[in-house]
């Protein structure tokens, strides 16, 4: 770390807290970030979106001192900086929350907080742990988190951990916090709990910068965003002057559709039915509790739902991950409750599975072999002894092709590719499958604003094509858009099931409470009636 | 899992006791079998929570047993004289470098740490004989004064137990040993930074402490308490015998064993290396006294039926998560 002499005795007033001027990132083949100039004053939240691959992470991690900068230069509060790694950032007063966080599992809250750091006594013999826990808990109380130091980390749920991610940064004397898509991982109210903590922060006078692709997140919380696109910084604009529709359209570069043009249903005969199905979760304790629906050719049947609720046991049953312990699923018109996966696939039922890293693909193999898993035991893939590894390629270029998945080579592993390309190559491998019954859950969660859009296309062509479609997601508006009817989940029962667009988002979320709001409980009658008819 | 550890060792006199009469003299001897096991399973928690798992410490024995026995040999021929600490001390240097050599491979060089071990344990069990050969034209050395009995005041008085009190240097350094351990693990810097490394080396990297290098000091620490064990064991047979398996005879396994079943708890391993120490002596009272004729390898086999029977009441061990995997820092 070396800072200019003539400053080296610390903050020039009025400087800004970050000021990144012309930085340029080249790696082998690739302009990551292209002459970026990025400034954050001192005391606000800087909201820094785009589309994966855009060059965020890049741009965060050459401020935190991960990547030395192929040109430009960084200043903090006015002093120059040229980090040779994060130990020189920390130095600095720059603190990185990760998106997956960095902490052991089997040590404490206060371990963590002090980890690399831990305050010692008997001239460095023992740890003080009172002191550690002490010091824990006097700067969790100060920014008003809700954390009891001596609680094991695996204890404590994901929005806690975050917080101790937090006073990590703060504990090593953080004054500038990067948070890299740190609602990504969080329920609606532990984004609130987050954002309020963040007000705390800036009142104590820390500085923000989180990446995120949620523009709504990114309008609520910050002062400013900055848009970066294809590494290029588009624009810096004040948040209370901005709106969602504008900051798409500087992210992906053309006009995005926020609201869903969707011709009506084309609705024909049912594909999958489910009657009375109970399901226990692995623990033996019943998840789904006597669910009865049908899903029809050209429609798509949406289930909301707060995480947990049974969603994930439910989908298992029908994908055939997980045996029902009562009740029977009609696939196509034969009884499918007991047949097993490969079966269900071969009978054109096709899965986008909630947690894609690891249900979906296998992290490393490449994308030829990725493009195979499921299809292993079709004909047009394998004659029953070897594998036909010239149509598998032919297949995979043909997904890598059609579903814009970029960089667009098959022999790269998967790990590789950034969450949204990811999520676009199973989307394709799935659909290209011609299936008659599609299962996704939860398929744009973690995905950029492009990919998401691309997706919610696809789903829609297949819905005119009549596949029918079961759509599971937490995200309120995406399967209030797609749907044709949409049951709510509440504690493993279908507690209603409504038409989405004569239902409002209060009354959903009352739904998803498990209370009745007046007025729907005859509406939702009758869609069920009708359905049973 | 203290409780477990504490439990096993009411097994072992129990088990003590029902084979033979328990005295002084047999918990005396079981502590003595103890020595090598223990030191094993105490130095290979040290380099597995750091996340290498390290199975070659029965190779890491037979270079400490024959690397004492070598240097009392070698020092008789100086004028400096046989003296048993040195030898003792040149023989947890020879274990130590030998684990250095390990932990680079599995570190530097990105080894597989399950067969990198193996080779350990292999390369000893064919260096220490073959050397032996050279040496002494046999697989066995010749007989050499090892270390003597000291009595601890006072308690080596007391009536009834005061045999269990009169010892071997080695067998003191083991009772310290065990609570050190748990000490250094568990109130340190250091054994929170071990602990660290094995379960999630990249949060440890990120809080700015160097994982390589405490993944080099737990795995060289192996090779230390290794070398104890194994000179220990030859001092106190004073010879050195490479037939078969040699003298080491799998000990080194067992200590794995007895980490596993106390949970990477260095207490929880010393009462289960003690538990093993216990078996050794019923094993030893049953092939003396049995009419029945017992055949021996099935007496040898007892020690896994324990651990199998062991473990099922137990429960199972929770592995640090990062254990056997490589890390590679980002920066």
């Given at each position: 770390?070396?800072?200019?002499?003539?400053?080296?005795?610390?903050?020039?007033?009025?400087?800004?807290?970050?000021?990144?001027?012309?930085?340029?990132?080249?790696?082998?083949?690739?302009?990551?970030?292209?002459?970026?100039?990025?400034?954050?004053?001192?005391?606000?939240?800087?909201a820094?979106v785009?589309e994966n691959?855009?060059?965020?992470?890049?741009?965060?991690?050459?401020?935190?001192?991960?990547?030395?900068?192929?040109?430009?230069?960084?200043?903090?509060?006015?002093?120059?900086?040229?980090?040779?790694?994060?130990?020189?950032?920390?130095?600095?007063?720059?603190?990185?929350?990760?998106q997956?966080?960095?902490?052991?599992?089997?040590?404490?809250?206060?371990?963590?907080?002090?980890?690399?750091?831990?305050?010692?006594?008997?001239?460095?013999?023992?740890?003080?742990?009172?002191?550690?826990?002490?010091?824990?808990?006097?700067?969790?109380?100060?920014?008003?988190?809700?954390?009891?130091?001596?609680?094991?980390?695996?204890?404590?749920?994901i929005g806690?951990?975050?917080?101790?991610?937090?006073?990590?940064?703060?504990?090593?004397?953080?004054?500038?916090?990067?948070?890299?898509e740190p609602t990504a991982v969080l329920t609606p109210q532990e984004v609130e709990g987050l954002f309020?903590?963040?007000?705390?922060?800036?009142?104590?006078?820390?500085?923000?910068?989180f990446i995120t692709h949620k523009l709504g997140e990114a309008l609520e919380a910050?002062?400013?965003?900055?848009?970066?696109?294809?590494?290029?910084?588009?624009?810096?604009?004040?948040?209370?002057?901005?709106?969602q529709e504008?900051l798409a359209?500087?992210m992906v570069?053309?006009?995005v559709l926020l609201d869903l043009e969707k011709?009506?249903?084309?609705?024909?005969?049912?594909?999958?039915?489910?009657?009375?199905?109970?399901?226990?979760?692995?623990?033996?304790?019943?998840?789904?509790?006597?669910?009865?629906?049908?899903v029809?050719?050209?429609e798509v049947f949406g289930i909301a739902g707060v995480d947990g609720n049974g969603q994930s046991e439910l989908i298992?049953?029908?994908?055939?991950?997980?045996?029902?312990?009562?009740?029977?699923?009609?696939?196509?018109?034969?009884?499918?409750?007991?047949?097993?996966?490969?079966?269900?696939?071969?009978?054109?039922?096709?899965y986008i599975a909630e947690d894609r890293q690891?249900r979906s693909?296998?992290?490393?193999?490449?994308?030829?072999?990725?493009?195979?898993?499921?299809?292993?035991?079709?004909?047009?893939?394998?004659?029953?002894?070897?594998?036909?590894?010239?149509?598998?390629?032919?297949?995979?270029?043909?997904?890598?092709?059609?579903?814009?998945?970029?960089?667009?080579?098959?022999?790269?592993?998967?790990?590789?590719?950034s969450g949204g390309?990811q999520q676009k190559?199973i989307v394709?491998?799935e659909?290209?499958?011609?299936?008659?019954?599609v299962v996704a859950s939860q398929p744009t969660r973690g995905v950029d604003i492009g990919s998401i859009e691309f997706i919610h296309d696809r789903l829609l062509?297949l819905r005119?094509?009549?596949?029918?479609i079961l759509l599971v997601s937490s995200k309120l508006d995406e399967v209030r858009q797609l749907s044709d009817r949409l049951a709510v989940m509440h504690?493993?029962?279908i507690v209603a099931v409504v038409d989405p667009d004569a239902v409002s988002e209060e009354e959903l979320g009352l739904l998803m409470a498990g209370?009745?709001?007046?007025?729907?409980?005859?509406?939702?009658?009758?869609?069920?009636?009708?359905?049973?008819? | 899992?203290?409780?477990?550890?504490?439990?096993?060792?009411?097994?072992?006199?129990?088990?003590?006791?029902?084979?033979?009469?328990?005295?002084?003299?047999?918990?005396?001897?079981?502590?003595?079998?103890?020595?090598?096991?223990?030191?094993?399973?105490?130095?290979?928690?040290?380099?597995?929570?750091?996340?290498?798992?390290?199975?070659?410490?029965?190779?890491?024995?037979?270079?400490?047993?024959?690397?004492?026995?070598?240097?009392?040999?070698?020092?008789?021929?100086?004028?400096?004289?046989?003296?048993?600490?040195?030898?003792?001390?040149?023989?947890?240097?020879?274990?130590?470098?030998?684990?250095?050599?390990?932990?680079?491979?599995?570190?530097?060089?990105?080894?597989?740490?399950?067969?990198?071990?193996?080779?350990?344990?292999?390369?000893?069990?064919?260096?220490?004989?073959?050397?032996?050969?050279?040496?002494?034209?046999?697989?066995?050395?010749?007989?050499?004064?090892?270390?003597?009995?000291?009595?601890?005041?006072?308690?080596?008085?007391?009536?009834?137990?005061?045999?269990?009190?009169?010892?071997?240097?080695?067998?003191?350094?083991?009772?310290?040993?065990?609570?050190?351990?748990?000490?250094?693990?568990?109130?340190?810097?250091?054994?929170?930074?071990?602990?660290?490394?094995?379960?999630?080396?990249?949060?440890?990297?990120?809080?700015?402490?160097?994982?390589?290098?405490?993944?080099?000091?737990?795995?060289?620490?192996?090779?230390?308490?290794?070398?104890?064990?194994?000179?220990?064991?030859?001092?106190?047979?004073?010879?050195?015998?490479?037939?078969?398996?040699?003298?080491?005879?799998?000990?080194?396994?067992?200590?794995?064993?007895?980490?596993?079943?106390?949970?990477?708890?260095?207490?929880?391993?010393?009462?289960?290396?003690?538990?093993?120490?216990?078996?050794?002596?019923?094993?030893?009272?049953?092939?003396?006294?049995?009419?029945?004729?017992?055949?021996?390898?099935?007496?040898?086999?007892?020690?896994?039926?324990?651990?199998?029977?062991?473990?099922?009441?137990?429960?199972?061990?929770?592995?640090?998560?990062?254990?056997?995997?490589?890390?590679?820092?980002?920066?």
């Open positions: 770390m070396s800072a200019d002499d003539e400053s080296a005795d610390g903050a020039r007033p009025g400087a800004a807290a970050v000021h990144m001027d012309g930085i340029t990132k080249r790696f082998p083949g690739v302009v990551a970030n292209d002459d970026i100039d990025f400034a954050v004053d001192r005391g606000t939240v800087h820094l785009g691959g855009a060059g965020k992470t890049t741009l965060m991690n050459v401020l935190y001192g991960l990547y030395e900068p192929t040109e430009g230069s960084v200043r903090i509060d006015g002093v120059r900086h040229e980090f040779d790694g994060p130990s020189d950032a920390m130095d600095a007063g720059i603190g990185m929350i990760h997956h966080f960095m902490l052991v599992d089997t040590m404490t809250v206060a371990e963590n907080v002090v980890l690399g750091n831990e305050p010692t006594k008997w001239g460095g013999f023992a740890t003080d742990r009172a002191q550690a826990i002490e010091e824990t808990k006097a700067l969790a109380e100060r920014y008003g988190f809700d954390l009891d130091p001596t609680a094991q980390i695996d204890e404590i749920s806690e951990q975050q917080r101790v991610e937090i006073l990590k940064a703060l504990y090593r004397g953080a004054e500038i916090l990067i948070l890299d309020d903590i963040l007000e705390e922060l800036i009142a104590e006078g820390k500085t923000i910068i910050a002062d400013e965003i900055s848009v970066l696109r294809d590494g290029k910084l588009v624009g810096t604009v004040s948040s209370a002057a901005a709106s504008e359209r500087m570069g053309r006009d011709p009506a249903a084309q609705r024909g005969d049912p594909i999958l039915e489910v009657e009375e199905m109970s399901v226990e979760d692995d623990r033996g304790v019943t998840a789904v509790s006597d669910v009865d629906f049908a029809h050719e050209g298992e049953a029908i994908t055939g991950l997980h045996q029902p312990s009562s009740g029977t699923i009609t696939f196509d018109g034969s009884q499918i409750t007991t047949a097993s996966r490969s079966d269900r696939i071969g009978m054109g039922m096709a690891k693909l296998v992290m490393d193999y490449d994308l030829r072999r990725n493009g195979l898993l499921g299809c292993q035991r079709l004909p047009e893939f394998s004659n029953g002894f070897r594998i036909d590894w010239e149509s598998t390629e032919e297949y995979v270029d043909d997904v890598i092709d059609e579903y814009d998945v970029r960089p667009p080579d098959p022999s790269a592993d998967a790990h590789s590719f390309n190559f394709g491998r659909f290209e499958r011609d299936p008659s019954l062509d005119a094509d009549g596949t029918a504690d493993g029962e209370e009745q709001p007046a007025g729907i409980t005859a509406e939702s009658a009758r869609v069920r009636g009708g359905e049973s008819a | 899992m203290l409780y477990a550890g504490a439990g096993l060792a009411v097994v072992a006199v129990a088990c003590l006791w029902l084979f033979g009469p328990v005295d002084a003299s047999s918990i005396a001897m079981a502590l003595r079998f103890t020595v090598p096991i223990g030191f094993a399973a105490l130095g290979g928690i040290f380099s597995e929570k750091a996340g290498i798992i390290n199975i070659g410490l029965e190779g890491l024995l037979i270079i400490g047993a024959f690397s004492a026995v070598a240097s009392m040999y070698a020092l008789s021929l100086t004028p400096i004289g046989a003296n048993v600490w040195l030898a003792f001390g040149f023989a947890i240097v020879a274990s130590a470098v030998v684990a250095l050599l390990f932990a680079i491979a599995c570190i530097e060089f990105k080894a597989d740490q399950v067969i990198a071990g193996l080779a350990v344990w292999l390369i000893a069990l064919g260096f220490a004989p073959f050397a032996s050969t050279i040496v002494w034209g046999q697989v066995n050395s010749p007989s050499v004064d090892g270390f003597s009995k000291w009595a601890i005041p006072g308690l080596a008085d007391l009536p009834v137990f005061g045999d269990i009190f009169v010892m071997r240097p080695p067998v003191m350094l083991l009772i310290v040993a065990g609570p050190l351990t748990w000490y250094v693990l568990n109130r340190t810097r250091f054994g929170l930074w071990i602990e660290a490394s094995g379960e999630d080396p990249k949060a440890l990297d990120t809080a700015g402490v160097d994982v390589q290098l405490v993944r080099y000091v737990g795995t060289v620490l192996s090779g230390v308490y290794c070398g104890i064990g194994g000179a220990a064991l030859a001092l106190r047979v004073g010879q050195f015998t490479g037939g078969g398996e040699t003298m080491v005879n799998g000990r080194g396994f067992i200590g794995l064993t007895a980490y596993l079943i106390g949970n990477y708890n260095p207490i929880g391993a010393f009462f289960a290396s003690f538990l093993f120490g216990g078996l050794e002596v019923i094993q030893l009272s049953i092939q003396r006294t049995s009419d029945i004729g017992i055949p021996t390898r099935l007496v040898g086999v007892l020690p896994y039926v324990i651990v199998l029977v062991v473990l099922v009441f137990v429960g199972k061990t929770q592995m640090p998560s990062s254990a056997g995997d490589h890390y590679e820092s980002d920066d």
